[in-house]
């Protein structure tokens, strides 16, 4: 009964230091997002994959990549971090149909200094 | 498509009433979404309506679709310490969004003793 998972919690990086952020979820979704969290601005979709195979561009991908490694799991990537990608950030699935929302993870803390 | 909450902080005494604002832009026929995130935690769920003149309610707070007023206020009668927390409104347009969650900024919610 995990849910999503998130790993890491908390992650500290250096300017220009890579990291991929990890979230698998066990509810046989279609579709996982990736947002980040900062204060004052909601949510903000960074990517998304409606399906497993494909993976498609949010309001501010700029910086990030992604893997749909399998319907489980959805992977972010930093290659190169920057201090304005400090941040927290969530993992969550969907099933598509129909909408009952989105179940997310708990969060990863991440600074970069 | 886009989703406004009325401003936060919002700080109240124990067993007052609580509104809080959500209207919304959509082009579409969204269904909307309350979602609660407690400190140092993920969203989670709070309630939903699909379609207009609908009524979601959990944990004794409600909100109704409004479509004239494209609106879907937060509302508790009495309302308790341990609704402290971090309100997010969203909403969900399958056919012109593809699904995708789109959230208000958030209020946060204080409720002293």
């Known amino acids: 009964n995990a849910g999503v998972t998130q790993t890491p919690k908390f992650q500290v990086l250096k300017t220009g230091q890579s990291m991929t952020l990890q979230c698998a979820q066990d509810?046989?979704?279609?579709?996982m997002y990736w947002y980040r969290q900062d204060p004052g601005m909601g949510l903000r979709l960074i990517y998304y994959?409606?399906?497993?195979?494909?993976?498609d561009k949010g309001e501010v991908p700029n910086g990030y990549n992604v893997s749909r490694l399998n319907k489980r799991e959805f992977s972010l990537r930093l290659e190169s971090a920057a201090p304005s990608q400090t941040s927290v950030y969530f993992c969550?699935?969907?099933?598509?149909?129909?909408?009952?929302?989105?179940?997310f993870g708990s969060g990863t803390r991440l600074t970069v200094v | 498509d886009s989703v406004t909450q009325m401003e936060g902080p919002v700080t109240l005494s124990e067993e007052a009433f609580l509104t809080i604002n959500c209207t919304y832009t959509?082009?579409?026929?969204?269904?909307l979404f309350w979602y609660v995130q407690y400190p140092g935690e993920g969203l989670q769920l709070l309630l939903k309506?699909?379609?207009?003149?609908d009524k979601g309610s959990n944990k004794g707070f409600e909100a109704t679709y409004r479509k004239e007023t494209t609106s879907f206020h937060l509302e508790k009668g009495s309302v308790q310490v341990s609704d402290s927390a971090v309100y997010f409104c969203?909403?969900?347009?399958?056919?012109?969004?593809?699904?995708?969650?789109?959230f208000g900024q958030g209020t946060e919610l204080s409720v002293k003793p």
């Open positions: 969550a699935s969907s099933a598509r149909d129909p909408p009952y929302g989105y179940t």
């Open positions: 509810m046989n979704h279609n579709s």
């Open positions: 994959s409606a399906s497993e195979g494909t993976t």
């Open positions: 959509a082009t579409g026929y969204p269904s």
């Open positions: 309506a699909t379609k207009a003149d």
């Open positions: 969203a909403l969900s347009d399958q056919d012109n969004q593809g699904g995708k969650l789109i």
